[in-house]
């Protein structure tokens, strides 16, 4: 079958997504329920209906698009990624995987491959934890990591609900209605740009990726005692910020102690206050991400994290909390679809790389429910989540024929 991709209507249209953001170009910010966001979808849904694809969209806004098999009972073969940018990021992450999608999708159609199984597009909402402070929500809600008290449970930074932040940007509805049914897809396909140096480096134009390393979150807040940054005396002193750079290093100390290279910990956010440069620090919140292929590997470091904690409050006789935010199982990749996707590159004459992936996706959750893999693509230098993030045309183009050829493999079957 010959699927000819049109690679300039798709860099044409990642080139339009990328204006669509809060932030000066080339920086791109679309943060979950924000106008941007808003307008983005709105977009990206006409797309959709001008490729006469059907769509729908759930009560917190995952999109659905439609492209109805000639067997609609069977169930689905489902792509997809997310739109939504952290702030000052790049115009790759999680895009290429929708406007991917759907241009997989459009050049099956225009082809005349007639599909058996359905092929629907997925577009998630909020794989980036900008807003809530946790990760694809969109698809912990659509797979049952969680539930419906995730309406009040979640909130923003100014303390603002989901349920009520997502009333604002119009998706109503029970969240409950969210969960999808059991067999809903028969496979589950993710397209995306490596967000790591190795394909680039080894020149291998295909990732196959094998399984997702499985991350954990914790809130730490240490709490000590502040004061005047010249009245108070070194040997009196029960300084938050001091106690919490001793934390963060433990992180560090952790996670290279396992000696395994999968293995990563990262102190994201420090917030201090009072803040000011003559005041000794009474309060220091941080934001701890731990992750790993291997969760017992993993679940090791979240301990030494915690014996740490407690040891560094009770030498500086400061206050340390610790809040377990999320502990995620990794997740393996379907032998059937890393299967699908290695025959299809292998035959349009493609070399790929079986590997694993270090950040973490949506597909992490939808391996909960239906078999998942993941296709990756070269991205310049393993650069991500800054706004010299790029992935060349001919990668994309590439990525995108795989994808096609492989939803039409898993489609016919």
Request: glycine content about 10%; proline content about 5%.
């Amino acid at each position: 079958m010959q699927i000819e991709i049109n690679a300039k209507r798709l860099l044409a249209e990642l080139e339009t997504l990328a204006t669509i953001s809060e932030a000066e170009p080339p920086a791109v910010t679309r943060v979950v329920y924000s106008d941007a966001d808003r307008r983005a979808r709105a977009w990206f849904t006409s797309l959709c209906e001008q490729a006469e694809l059907s769509v729908r969209t759930d009560a917190i806004g995952n999109i659905f698009v439609r492209w109805t098999g000639s067997q609609p009972e069977l169930p689905a073969i489902g792509t997809g990624s997310h739109i939504d940018a952290i702030p000052f990021a790049g115009s790759y992450d999680g895009t290429v995987g929708v406007l991917g999608g759907l241009e997989a999708i459009r050049s099956l159609k225009e082809s005349g491959f007639r599909p058996q199984r359905s092929i629907e597009l997925l577009l998630f909402t909020a794989e980036e934890p900008t807003r809530f402070g946790i990760g694809c929500f969109g698809s912990r809600l659509l797979s049952g990591a969680l539930g419906s008290s995730a309406d009040e449970d979640l909130r923003a930074g100014d303390g603002s609900t989901l349920a009520e932040l997502r009333a604002g940007a119009g998706y109503t509805g029970p969240i409950a209605g969210v969960l999808l049914p059991q067999n809903y897809y028969a496979g589950f396909v993710e397209l995306h740009i490596e967000q790591g140096p190795l394909l680039e480096r080894e020149r291998v134009p295909i990732g196959i990726v094998t399984n997702i390393a499985a991350p954990a979150g914790l809130r730490i807040a240490v709490e000590g005692e502040g004061g005047h940054a010249g009245a108070v005396l070194m040997p009196d002193r029960k300084d938050a910020f001091c106690a919490a750079a001793e934390i963060v290093l433990a992180v560090e100390r952790s996670a290279r102690g396992t000696g395994a290279i999968d293995t990563c910990g990262t102190v994201g956010t420090c917030q201090i206050h009072p803040g000011a440069v003559n005041s000794i620090p009474s309060l220091v919140q941080l934001q701890v991400d731990i992750r790993d292929t291997d969760e017992q590997r993993r679940d090791r470091v979240l301990r030494e994290v915690k014996e740490a904690c407690d040891e560094v409050a009770a030498r500086r006789c400061v206050s340390v909390r610790v809040e377990l935010v999320n502990a995620d199982a990794p997740a393996e990749s379907s032998p059937q679809l890393i299967d699908a996707i290695e025959r299809s590159a292998d035959e349009l004459g493609l070399r790929s790389k079986k590997m694993v992936s270090r950040a973490y996706h949506d597909s992490l959750f939808m391996a909960r429910i239906a078999p998942m893999a993941m296709i990756f693509i070269p991205c310049r230098g393993g650069v991500s989540h800054r706004l010299d993030e790029y992935a060349s045309p001919d990668d994309i183009a590439t990525g995108t024929r795989v994808l096609a050829h492989t939803l039409a493999r898993l489609a016919s079957e």
